[in-house]
């Protein structure tokens, strides 16, 4: 299948570029004034020049630190809840519904990732198990008609949706049928009003700005022919399974491609809970993190944990991260829990 012309092949985070302002020089001056604004035009340049350096040096310096252009990567308001496949344990479903609103959330389940075989059955495990958790308001909306997700009447559920779920399947069908339509806005609005945007596996990796595995000819291509998520954590490759599957370096080589992006590798079971530029690990497994500054050795150990100085490093329940900075949030108590030696991965 051909790339819609929404998608892009390349990533196009690009630095600035200064465009020098051209001169107006009026044939009728005097010499003296010819001198004088050519003077200011110089000094003016220098100090424009130095400037467009400067621009052009954060856009492609590798630090983790220089990249970053937004005042906010993640949601400015409400929260996203990005689950990396597998069983999404009752810790997960409860902070989800929490920030839904409890009981009186307003939930829209988007299964459109799935297969059609399955969507034909008309059954939704995700709605029943919500209904079965104490939320009573639960809609499941799909197509993959673009035409139909610019209408009023399939967004209208929602309008006045608290949280969103994407469950697992195939990235790119998310892609095909909500990108840069009314759906898509609408979808970002619940965000604005407060509310939650969850989804796990292909329902995570949806959620980034650059859309990992979204070939049609298959999940092993990491960079294919739909490369746009919805964005809805800026500059950030969200992979899943990553354990489970052995996934753990796929990100490696995505973020030396594209270094100003943060990869964010979750395994199954486990969750990060993004709200403004931080993100807090739920679940039971771990989540990796990729950045270019860590990649190319520029720092070292950023948990405190076994000093392997490898191409990623691990954050694990209760840990936090600044997505601004793009560094662990460190606590006493935490700091002296992760240099404590570790017998096995039960604890």
């Known amino acids: 299948m051909a790339p819609r ?8 985070y690009k630095p600035l570029k200064y465009d020098p302002m051209k001169r107006l020089i009026m044939p009728f001056f005097s010499a ?10 110089a000094q003016q340049k220098t100090a424009a020049t130095a400037q467009s350096s400067n621009v052009a040096s954060a856009g492609v ?3 983790s630190n220089t990249v970053q252009a937004d005042a ?56 029943e198990l919500l209904q079965d958790l104490g939320v009573a308001q639960v809609t499941v909306l799909h197509t993959r008609d673009l035409k139909v997700a610019n ?12 949280g969103i779920w994407f469950p697992g399947g195939r990235q790119w069908k998310i892609a095909d049928a909500y990108l840069h339509t009314l759906a898509e806005k609408e979808i970002k609005a619940v965000l604005t009003r407060g509310g939650v945007i969850g989804g796990t596996s292909a329902g995570a990796t949806i959620q980034g700005s650059f ?10 291509i990491l960079e ?47 969750a990060i809970v993004v709200q403004k530029d931080t993100f807090e690990v739920v679940g039971n497994s771990y989540v990796a993190i990729y ?25 694990g329940r209760g840990q936090r991260f600044d997505l601004q900075q793009r560094k662990v949030i460190t606590t006493a108590n935490r700091s002296a829990a992760v240099n404590a030696p570790r017998l096995s991965n039960d604890h």
């Open 151 to 162: 209408t009023e009447s399939f967004v209208a559920p929602l309008k006045k949706a608290t």
């Open 224 to 270: 294919g022919d739909h490369v746009q998520g919805l964005d809805l954590i800026h500059h950030t490759a969200i992979d899943q399974h990553i354990l489970r599957r052995n996934r753990q370096f796929d990100l490696v080589g995505v973020i030396k491609a594209h270094p100003d992006l943060l990869g964010i590798g979750i395994d199954e079971s486990t």
């Open 72 to 127: 906010v990567i993640g949601p400015q308001k409400g929260a996203l809840i990005i689950v990396g496949g597998g069983k999404v344990g009752p810790e997960i479903w409860a902070r989800f519904i929490e920030l839904a609103g409890g009981p009186n959330a307003n939930i829209v389940v988007i299964p459109t990732a799935g297969e059609d075989s399955a969507l034909a059955t008309g059954k939704s495990f995700e709605k």
């Open 61 to 63: 310096t590798q630090s």
């Open 5 to 12: 012309d929404y998608q892009q092949k390349k990533h196009d």
């Open 32 to 41: 003296g004034c010819l001198f004088l604004a050519a003077g200011a035009a």
């Open 291 to 315: 950045d270019i500054a860590h990649i190319n050795e520029k720092q070292k150990s950023p948990t405190g944990e076994y000093s392997t100085d490898g191409p990623f490093y691990f954050l």
């Open 211 to 220: 859309l990992l595995r979204g070939d049609t000819k298959g999940n092993g």
